[in-house]
C-alpha cells in the first residue's frame, strides 16, 4: 500500500503523479535544503523554514533511498520501490534530533553506517511548518540538495 490512501506513489525527484490531492501541493511546508553524511552513521537534514518538532523528529517521517539492490545499512528502500509505511526508517534503525533552536537543522543517526560509495536519497514526508499540522505530501522538491554518496 503505498502511503497516499489514492495508492499514488511518490518518486525520487521530487515529481508526482497527477492524482494527488491538490491541498498537499497549495499547503505550506518546509522544505529540504540540503542532507549531507557528517560522521560515518550521521546526516545532516537541512529545511528551508522552521519545522513542527513532532513531525520532523518522527524517524518514520523519513525514507532513505540507495542504488543498492537490497539495502540493509542506513536506508530503508532501493531505486525500484515505492515508499509505504511499511519501509520507512524505523526506530530500532535509527533516530533523529534537533541540532539547535532553528528548528531547521536536524541530525539523523544510524545503528549502521552508510557503504562508502553507495548513492543515497533522502526523502522525508509529511513534515510540518512550525506550529501546523496536517501536511501529507513530500517535503523535498527539485532545488533540493537530498543526494550523498556514502563516506
Known amino acids: 500500500m503505498s502511503i497516499y490512501n489514492n495508492s499514488t506513489m511518490i518518486y525520487p525527484n521530487g515529481m508526482r503523479n497527477t492524482t494527488v490531492d491538490e491541498r498537499e501541493m497549495v499547503m505550506p511546508h518546509p522544505v529540504v535544503v540540503e542532507a549531507r553524511q557528517i560522521a560515518l552513521n550521521q546526516i545532516l537534514v537541512t529545511y528551508d523554514q522552521p519545522a513542527d518538532l513532532a513531525s520532523a523528529t518522527n524517524i518514520s517521517n523519513y525514507w532513505i533511498r540507495s542504488n543498492m539492490p537490497n539495502p540493509n545499512d542506513i536506508a530503508s528502500v532501493g531505486m525500484g520501490e515505492a515508499l509505504t509505511r511499511e519501509n520507512t526508517i524505523r ?11 532553528s528548528k531547521m537543522r536536524f541530525v539523523m543517526s544510524f545503528n549502521t553506517n552508510a557503504t562508502m560509495g553507495v548513492l543515497y536519497i533522502l526523502l522525508p514526508c509529511f513534515v510540518n511548518l512550525e506550529e501546523r499540522s496536517g ?6 522538491g527539485p532545488f533540493s540538495r537530498n543526494m550523498f554518496i556514502g563516506l
Not at 534503525?93 to 539547535?100: L, S, Y
Open 91 to 101: 526506530a530500532d534503525k535509527g533516530m533523529i534530533a534537533a541540532i539547535d533552536n
Open 135 to 140: 501536511y501529507t505530501g513530500a517535503n523535498w
